[in-house]
């Protein structure tokens, strides 16, 4: 059974600082890995898309890396503002016969304090 | 494109009401729609996927008969929550897939609180 794991729960920086927000995974066998952005009481915003065959996706202040082979994930915001505050969460894909499944990890609540 | 609207985005009831909530894909024809549901500060649980014109397959532990899924239409899913209770307060949020693809377009999520 896939396990998705983000470490740390919760994060708190000064504004501008670099945010990095790590995600696990146990099961490497996935189609996709896929970072979101959720704002409290709302919906999921999709960040980043990374295929199981790529190393790294960037977007803007964003980046985000995928080593499939030891599980993990990363996500970089650089130079962080006040909204980027949020909860982010990351989510992996597996394709499989009897379906596909997404799994999501629990969040790193963020706060960027101005 | 890929827009998904989910309505209402906040209900609040009295134990023993059911509850309908809809997903629906605006610009594009969803074969499948998934429903997850957060608990506060948790992670998004898969409840259940639903395909166009069959029944909906249901993650262990979700009671169907509680949380009632139709898949009547290619741009329409519904989750019913029936004979609500407390308990069931939490956020909902539907996501549909465009045939042939892989990623899942996300709805705004539903609040619901059952009073």
């Known amino acids: 059974k896939q396990e998705v794991t983000q470490i740390p729960a919760a994060l708190s920086v000064p504004e501008g600082e670099n945010l990095v927000l790590n995600c696990s995974f146990t099961?490497?066998?996935?189609?996709?890995l896929q970072w979101f952005r959720q704002d409290p009481g709302k919906g999921l915003t999709s960040l980043l898309l990374?295929?199981?065959?790529?190393r790294e996706q960037t977007s803007g202040r964003l980046n985000a890396s995928l080593d499939k082979s030891s599980g993990r994930s990363t996500l970089y915001i650089a130079a962080s503002q006040p909204g980027d505050s949020a909860t982010y969460l990351c989510?992996?894909?597996?394709?499989?016969?009897?379906?596909?499944?997404?799994?999501f990890g629990g969040g790193t609540r963020v706060l960027v304090k101005p | 494109g890929a827009v998904v609207s989910q309505h209402p985005s906040r209900v609040i009831c009295k134990s023993g009401t059911s509850v309908k909530i809809e997903c629906r894909s605006l610009?594009?024809?969803?074969?499948?729609m998934f429903w997850y549901r957060q608990f506060p500060k948790k992670s998004l649980m898969l409840m259940a996927t639903s395909n166009e014109g069959s029944k909906a397959t249901y993650e262990q532990g979700v009671e169907k008969d509680k949380f009632l899924i139709n898949h009547a239409s290619l741009t329409l899913s519904t989750l019913t929550v029936t004979s609500a209770h407390p308990e069931d307060s939490s956020f909902y949020i539907c996501?549909?897939?465009?045939?042939?693809?892989?990623?899942?377009?996300f709805g705004d999520g539903t609040r619901l609180s059952i009073l």
């Open positions: 989510a992996v894909l597996k394709i499989g016969a009897a379906g596909n499944k997404l799994t």
């Open positions: 099961d490497s066998a996935i189609y996709n």
């Open positions: 990374i295929q199981s065959s790529q």
């Open positions: 996501s549909a897939r465009r045939e042939g693809e892989r990623p899942q377009h």
């Open positions: 610009d594009f024809q969803a074969t499948t």
